[in-house]
């Protein structure tokens, strides 16, 4: 088998979240690797740099691994890490290879007949699910009213961003997380993620503030999830911290681990190079007795790594990537009652709805 063709195109997906009027533009990067057998598979990336990322595969990537085989993903990945990284930097490289590879392991799947859960490892076929849901654009009111959804609904894991805008301190951020805490009940888990945006003192004094509210784990609490800040934060409370979700190489997620600065290591396949890459790091994360998680959105991608290895945990729905992945395929898995089911369907599973991405094309 052999790769014949590659391409990439930016699609602008209008999301439009609960409780809110206007819709907003979800930018995916969706690849496409076609081979000689006629077998084709689908990798995402997306939202930062969306365009120089599409153009990076169709013009660099391509050119380096068309020819070569599809099934073999160690070798694929090797050659694009030597001949265009070969001073290890993130970005634009990570993203693009991420798609690329994904897309591999969809065609492996499909020429095996297996899916991608079970290639990476078989370790379960459902995994729990959370739904990312407390924005900062909500109040405190619109908090609890989708909180108290959710929860009807049958979600049993919800997790709000703090740090969010302009208006946010630990004071504010604590009393939404008490407001949301408060109309959920104790046997609701509840995460926080604040997406680099605190310093360690605001940190710090948010846990103080919340350590009593059963948080789950805090996720990259700190600025530019600097290992050194994350490490005096986590010696400091006793919330679980998580982070790595847009960490573009395993190296990094070592780091994470071997300063102790990390209880949960968050591996995203969508940007840390893919499955390949992904494997390396829930293995050091495995052989240091930690476990991974799904954060930073994309599940249909994430679930497989998360079900795939035995120290899989939480695959995240993120209400934004969520609903861009119902437009953009024709269909998707949902959660039910907390636990999203993984199919037998080789490969990822996913067919692009290619009528509905023409309309939203960039």
Known sequence: MEITDISANVYNVPVTLPLAETAHDRPVVLAVVETDEGIAGYGETGYLNPQATADFIEREIAEEIIGMNPLETERVWEKLYQNLNPRAQTGVWSTGVSAIDIALWDIKGKQYDEPVWRLLGGARSEVPAYITFGFPEYDIDQLRTLAENLVADGNTRLKMVVGGNEDSTPVVDAKRVRAVREVVGSDVELM???????????????????????????????????????????????????????????????????????????????????????LRVASMAQANHLRIANGGGWPFQNMHLQAGVANGSRVEFHFSIWEANKEMYETVPEPENGTISLSEDPGLGLEPDWDALSAVEQ
């Open 192 to 278: 926080i993620d604040a997406n680099y945006q605190y310093s360690v003192e605001e940190a710090i004094e948010l846990c103080n503030r919340v350590e009593d509210q059963h948080i789950s784990w805090f996720e990259e609490p700190v600025y530019g999830n600097d290992v050194e800040l994350l490490s005096s934060l986590r010696e400091r409370t006793r919330i679980p911290i998580a982070a790595g979700q847009n960490e573009g190489h395993a190296f990094r997620h070592r780091d994470l681990i071997q300063h102790d600065a990390i209880d949960i290591s968050q591996p995203n396949v969508c940007f840390v190079g893919g499955f390949t890459e992904g």
